[in-house]
């Protein structure tokens, strides 16, 4: 069992940057691969990025290739998605997940992850 909870969002304006942050309760952190996703009002949930267990692997979306990164310190249970040069349209309630992999998968497929947080609102403001 795994318990997520995002924090790190806020109001900034277009070509500003923040850094979300995914606390995960457990002892066997470094057992999961880990996923951020997003949600825009009347929008389906969508992949932003994934790593995998030991954070040699990641792989993102298209639409913030470049301008996102996301990272892990398996010591402080945490994962990172630092968030730069941000557009109005990254406007979003943003999620992080998890799904155990013991062999340095990752996913970008939301129904591979059995694990969510509760979601940290991001707004850019043109």
């Known amino acids: 069992q795994v318990q997520l909870v995002e924090s790190g969002g806020g109001l900034v304006q277009a070509g500003g940057s923040l850094r979300l942050f995914c606390a995960a309760s457990?002892?066997?952190?470094?057992?999961?691969?880990m996923g951020w996703f997003r949600q825009a009002p009347g929008k389906e949930r969508e992949f932003v990025a994934a790593i995998n267990w030991s954070g040699g692997s990641t792989y993102y979306a298209d639409s913030v290739k470049g301008r996102f990164t996301i990272s892990r310190d398996n010591a402080k249970n945490t994962v990172y998605l630092q968030m730069n040069s941000l557009k109005p349209e990254d406007t979003a309630v943003y999620y992080c997940?998890?799904?155990?992999?013991?062999?340095?998968?990752?996913?970008?497929?939301?129904?591979?992850?059995?694990?969510w947080g509760q979601g940290t609102q991001v707004t850019v403001s043109s």
């Open positions: 457990g002892r066997t952190f470094s057992r999961y691969a």
């Open positions: 997940a998890a799904v155990s992999s013991d062999y340095g998968f990752l996913f970008a497929d939301a129904h591979e992850y059995d694990y």
